[in-house]
């Protein structure tokens, strides 16, 4: 296994060293490029664990270089990889975009809804306040005690009132 494997990373190694060489015409397919990263990724800590034994000087150079350009081609391939799957979602987003538009929906609060029906004050404010305090709140800027306080001070003074003309 480590023999087929050695081979492999080799291989990768002489074609990043002789870039003029022309590179194959098919692209790398998903189990290759798996291969690859494997004999890499297997290269990879073999060299790490000679460089731990005693090694001569020479060899640990060459496989220094040859785990640099492993790392390199590895990463090269990944983002060719992602790219290309980038580039795919692309196309499915817009084509389901096409196809499936949703309804466009209005929503509002319950409390809302019920203005036509049972007014902006008498009953409508008083189950909002019952309801949902903070949606009181957030709809008048004030408390509710503070609202029924304003509300019994300026009432004596906009309460209708007999006059001459009416």
Not at 68 to 84: C, P
Not at 91 to 115: D, E, N, P, S, T
Request: some cysteine; glycine content about 2%.
């Amino acid at each position: 296994m480590l023999d087929s494997i050695q081979r492999r990373a080799l291989r990768l190694l002489d074609a990043a060293d002789h870039p003029a060489q022309p590179e194959s015409a098919s692209p790398l397919d998903a189990l290759e490029h798996r291969r690859n990263v494997m004999a890499l990724v297997v290269f990879q800590k073999f060299i790490q664990h000679y460089r731990r034994s005693n090694m001569e000087v020479e060899r640990q150079a060459l496989y220094a270089r040859w785990l640099e350009v492993a790392i390199q081609l590895a990463t090269i391939a990944a983002k060719e990889e992602e790219e290309e799957v980038d580039q795919v979602e692309l196309q499915r987003r817009g084509i389901r975009r096409r196809r499936v538009q949703r309804r466009k929906a209005i929503w509002c609060r319950q409390w809302l809804a019920h203005r036509p029906l049972y007014g902006q004050y008498e009953q409508l404010l008083q189950e909002l306040n019952r309801e949902d305090p903070n949606g009181f709140k957030n709809f008048l800027r004030k408390d509710a005690d503070l609202f029924g306080e304003t509300v019994e001070r300026i009432s004596p003074r906009i309460k209708k009132k007999d006059t001459n003309y009416r």
